[in-house]
């Protein structure tokens, strides 16, 4: 593991970056080890809420009707499989890390649309 981490660390960024980040997802997916029903809940509003923003606001937007509903199908996607894992009950770590996607695709096309 030391030799992947000093990969990383020399790809990224420093070694102190890339263990602050994991320690930080590591505290984040024990936090919602614990509590994973209601943190699942209130993600799925959360991010269901979102998604729809971001698809709504890419349809408003001026460009090529291909390329809107490319994204408008990925972000459906990710949301949908994010729904999924959290009804089906899979592993925490599994249902944080579309979470994390979900919720990154939507935020990263609803500032893209903003300007």
Known sequence: MKDATAILASQYGSEKDIHGLLKWYNGLLAEFKTKEIGYGAIAIYVQSCLGSIAVMLLMMHHM??????IF??????????????????QQSKIVLNLLILSIGLSSAVIIANLF
């Open 64 to 69: 090529p009707g291909a390329v809107k509903f």
């Open 72 to 89: 408008a199908f990925l972000i459906t996607i990710i949301c949908m499989c994010f729904n999924g894992a959290v009804l089906s009950q």
